[in-house]
C-alpha cells in the first residue's frame, strides 16, 4: 500500500483522543451502514471511472476547443466550484489556450448582461452542469446565453457548441438534450453535487483547461488506497477528522482554511462547500471560512491573531515550487531588502508561513498543518479526495447525515412563493 500524499501535523493532541470514534466512522463508511449511502457512489470513482470515459471527456473538449476560444461553463455549487478550484490552481491565467468563463453561480443582472455583450460575435460554447435542469440560477442563464448563441450561429451549428452534464434517464435537462440532440455526460445517480469534482462535471472543464485528468484520476486512486486502508493513528484523514470534532466539542466554533497560494482561493470555496453543506445540520458543526495569506493578514490576520478564541485554523501547505524567482540585489537598498537576496519568493513565503502559524499559536489559536509536496493534477486529485473522505468520517463522527442538504431548499420554497410560481 503506498503511502497517503497528505501529511497531517499539529502541536496539539486532538486528533489522537478520538481516534477510535473516527476510525469506528471510517468502517461505517466503508461497509455503507450509516445515514446517506445511497451517495456513496464518488467513494469509488477513482477505480471505477473506465479509460473509455476519459477518452471520451478529452476528446469533447478538443472538439469544443477548435470550434471556440471561449466557453461558459454554467452551474451552481458541487455543479462548478470543484472545475473551477482546478482550473483556478494549475492554469496560468496569463496564458489561456481557451477562455473558461463561469456563470449561472447566481443572479445579478448586469453580470449576465456584461457577459453577453462580451461574447457577442465571438467563436465561444456552452457546458451546462445540473442533475435536473431547473436549479434557477444555472436554468436561467443557460436559457438566456442558449437562445444568444443560436440566435447567433444557427439553431444547427449551436448543436457543436453545447455539451451537457446531467442525470442519465431522468430531468429536464436530460428530456431537453435528447431533443435537441446535445452532446451528454452523465452525474451518476449515487454521487451528490458536492461530490462530483472527479466526474465530468469537474473533468471536462479541467481538460479544456489543458489538466491532465489522468493524472488528477491517479493522485486521487492512490489517495483512495492510503485512505481506506490505513487503520492507524497516522492516516491523514482519520487524524484531521478526530482534531477537527475534538476541537469542536471543546468550544471552538470556526474552521479557518488558511493558504499562502492565491490559485487555492477558489479551491477553499469548494472546501467550504463541501463540509459545511456536509455537516451544518440540527444546529451543528463548524462554520466554514478561509483566508488567503499573505493578504488577508493585513486585515483579517488581526482579528486572528487577537480576536474572540472560537477558531482554529487548518493550513493548506504547499512544500516545493515548480518555478524559482529569485531577489534580485539593489545598490541602493532604500527598501532594505538585500537581506534576502538569494532566497527565491517561493521560500519567503514559505517563512511567512511558518511565522504566521507560530505567531497565530502563540496567539491562543490552534492550528492544523496539511501538506502536499506540490501542486498539480496528480496532488490536486488527491486532495480532492483526502477532503471527501474526512468530511464524510467527520460527518459521522458528529451523528448526522453527511450527503444530503435539506436546509438549501428552505430558500427555494420561500423564493418560489414570492415569485408565486406554480408547485405541481
Not at 497531517?8 to 477510535?20: A, D, I, M, V
Not at 461505517?28 to 473506465?50: A, H, M, V, Y
Not at 473551477?84 to 496560468?92: H, T, V
Not at 489559536?365 to 471527501?388: M, N, R, T, W
Request: proline share 3%; hydrophobic share 40%; glycine share 8%.
Amino acid at each position: 500500500m503506498q503511502p497517503s500524499l497528505i501529511t497531517f501535523s499539529t502541536h496539539s493532541k486532538e486528533s489522537h483522543s478520538l481516534h477510535n470514534e473516527a476510525l469506528n466512522a471510517l468502517q461505517t463508511l466503508l461497509d455503507g451502514s450509516g445515514k446517506g449511502n445511497d451517495f456513496l457512489g464518488w467513494r469509488d470513482l477513482p477505480i471505477t471511472t473506465e479509460d473509455l470515459l476519459l477518452e471520451d471527456i478529452i476528446r469533447t473538449a478538443e472538439a469544443l476547443k477548435k470550434q471556440c476560444n471561449r466557453i461558459v461553463c454554467v452551474g451552481i455549487g458541487g455543479s462548478y466550484l470543484g472545475a473551477r478550484a482546478a482550473i483556478e490552481a494549475l492554469s496560468n491565467p496569463f496564458d489561456q489556450k481557451v477562455e473558461i468563463i463561469f456563470a449561472g453561480n447566481h443572479m445579478e443582472q448586469e453580470y449576465l448582461l456584461h457577459l453577453m455583450q462580451y461574447l457577442k460575435g465571438s467563436n465561444w460554447g456552452i457546458i451546462h452542469t445540473s442533475k435536473s435542469g431547473t436549479t434557477t440560477e444555472p436554468a436561467i442563464a443557460f436559457r438566456l446565453l442558449r437562445k444568444q448563441l443560436e440566435e447567433e450561429i444557427g439553431k444547427e451549428a449551436a448543436v457543436e457548441r453545447i455539451v451537457v452534464i446531467t442525470d442519465k434517464q431522468k430531468g429536464a435537462l436530460h428530456t431537453l438534450a435528447n431533443k435537441e440532440g446535445w452532446k451528454q455526460f452523465v452525474i451518476p445517480d449515487d454521487v451528490g453535487g458536492r461530490f462530483s469534482v472527479l466526474t465530468p462535471v469537474g473533468l471536462l472543464p479541467m481538460a479544456l483547461a489543458g489538466i491532465d485528468i489522468r493524472q488528477m484520476m491517479q493522485g486521487a486512486r492512490i489517495e483512495r488506497e492510503a485512505l481506506l486502508n490505513d487503520h492507524s493513528e497516522t492516516n491523514p484523514a482519520l487524524c484531521y477528522a478526530a482534531a477537527r470534532n475534538s476541537l469542536y466539542r471543546g468550544g471552538k466554533k470556526c474552521e479557518i482554511l488558511a493558504s499562502f497560494t492565491p490559485r487555492l482561493h477558489y479551491f477553499s470555496e469548494w472546501w467550504k462547500q463541501l463540509f459545511a453543506e456536509s455537516e451544518g445540520k440540527e444546529h451543528k458543526a463548524l462554520f466554514t471560512a478561509s483566508v488567503d495569506f499573505t493578504t488577508d493578514l493585513h486585515s483579517l490576520g488581526q482579528w486572528i491573531q487577537d480576536g474572540e478564541r472560537i477558531i482554529f485554523e487548518t493550513f493548506l501547505h504547499i512544500s516545493e515550487s515548480r518555478e524559482s524567482l529569485p531577489i534580485p540585489s539593489d545598490t541602493d537598498n532604500l527598501d532594505g531588502l538585500n537581506y534576502l537576496v538569494g532566497k527565491s519568493l517561493h521560500q519567503v513565503n514559505l517563512i511567512a508561513e511558518e511565522a504566521t502559524m507560530k505567531a497565530h499559536q502563540m496567539g491562543g489559536v490552534p492550528c492544523i498543518k496539511l501538506s502536499i509536496e506540490q501542486l498539480d493534477a496528480y496532488h490536486l486529485g488527491a486532495l480532492f479526495f483526502f477532503f471527501e473522505v474526512s468530511v464524510a468520517i467527520s460527518g459521522y463522527m458528529l451523528g448526522i447525515n453527511p450527503f444530503n442538504q435539506p436546509g438549501v431548499e428552505a430558500y427555494k420554497q420561500e423564493m418560489f412563493r414570492l415569485l408565486k410560481k406554480e408547485i405541481h
